[in-house]
């Protein structure tokens, strides 16, 4: 079955021009287009979509309307997933969006749309509970970091370093057990040192998981993320 796919964007050359790239895509249906949060709020109502493809700012308030939205949806429609895209490469409104979960979340620039394999790949993954930030998004945040003397990256163990290093390629902890021939319980024991260590402790764990992603990308050398 074909991913349906509500989109939002109050331009009309930009909501045209992706709907017409995404007819090229096989197992994407975009089964309805918006220009506002509340066309947005109305089309998912009545076509029950898979994914909801929205632009971050949109009448009426052009503030962050994509971003509340995704946040409404976890609510009523936890399954809907939700891609934002925006013209904004600043690591605190991808945050904003994983605040309450990464899962069936993705954040991409708008400039990705012209990458198709891209968009859709962000479309399929949502679609399953996955999750896509852009790496522009973590260029940024490795921009701020590098303002800082010292990564805390560097106060992990060199196992704690190789497990984090699985968490920031989307493992769960079954994956990475099997992959770092450990047990489940050494893994969680690891993870819980991990978010300790980086100051992540009051989060909820898959939110943690994304920080944690995070600040390892960005301690990594450019040729190796």
Known sequence: MAI?????????IVREGVRELLKAIDDINVVATCADLDALIAAVASEHPDVVLTDIRMPPTNTDEGIRMAEQLRRTDPSIGVVVLSQFADAEYALALLDKGAAGRAYLLKERVTDLDQLANAIREVARGGSVIDLKVVENLIAARAR??????????????EVLGEVAQGKNNAAIAANLHLTDRAVEKHINSIFSKLGLGDEQDVHRRVRAALIYLAAQPPDMR
């Open 4 to 12: 349906r796919v509500v989109l939002a964007d109050d331009s009309y």
């Open 148 to 161: 800082h003397a010292r990564s805390p990256i560097a106060d992990l163990t060199p196992r704690e370093t």
